[in-house]
T-cell receptor, first 112, second 113 residues
């Protein structure tokens, strides 16, 4: 079953604007990972944030994690047309199994 | 290799036929995972391996799905007697350390007619 829920389901912005996507989950986690999927392609790993971290940066990406609210956000600054893709959060739950539980994704469109 | 490789890219099967998908994990990665993506969004975990041993198979519909990871061979996912609802993209991922980043292959798109 899907644990993560991304919000919004779809987002359309202009090039240069910032894009924020949110993810909520239900159970305690070890870490949370964000992935990007271009249309018809595989998943590209963007960033991993551990349960004891609150914020992480990678280039134009900023991820926050609030374990008390069981939520995470992904911010893409100064977006480009090439950022157009679907973005998924995936959680690794506590308890031994190493499988990722994915949300349903946010479809981001960046208009030139 | 440096990337997870999956073959074939596309597979078309008539309902009831067998389908077999292959995955070569990144060299040195001990953990292999299979996921099914239906309708371009929902991902479902199927099975994972630690080397050739099944690690977690809680997502597998066992009556028709089977998987193996044998030494010196690509991992495989086999669906006996495919059904229409098996149409999906099947992704393989590998990781070096359990619980860390999983690296995904490009997927195999299965269409059951």
């Amino acid at each position: 079953s899907q644990q993560g829920e991304e919000d919004p389901q779809a987002l359309s912005i202009q090039e240069g604007e910032n894009a924020t996507m949110n993810c909520s989950y239900k159970t305690s986690i070890n870490n949370l990972q964000w992935y990007r999927q271009n249309s018809g392609r595989g998943l590209v790993h963007l960033i991993l944030i551990r349960s004891n971290e609150r914020e992480k940066h990678s280039g134009r990406l900023r991820v926050t994690l609030d374990t008390s609210k069981k939520s995470s956000s992904l911010l893409i600054t100064a977006s480009r047309a090439a950022d157009t893709a679907s973005y998924f959060c995936a959680t690794l739950t506590q308890g031994g199994s190493e499988k990722l539980v994915f949300g349903k994704g946010t479809k981001l469109t960046v208009n030139p | 290799g440096e990337e997870v490789a999956q073959t074939p890219k596309h597979l078309v099967r008539g309902e009831g036929q067998k389908a077999k998908l292959y995955c070569a994990p990144i060299k040195g990665h001990s953990y292999v995972f299979w996921y099914q993506q239906v309708l371009k969004n929902e991902f479902k975990f199927l099975i994972s391996f630690q080397n050739e041993n099944v690690f977690d198979e809680t997502g597998m519909p066992k009556e028709r799905f089977s998987a193996k990871c044998l030494p010196n061979s690509p991992c495989s996912l086999e669906i006996q007697a495919t059904k229409l609802e098996d149409s999906a993209v099947y992704f393989c991922a590998s990781s070096q350390i359990p619980g860390e980043t999983q690296y995904f292959g490009p997927g195999t798109r299965l269409l059951v007619l």
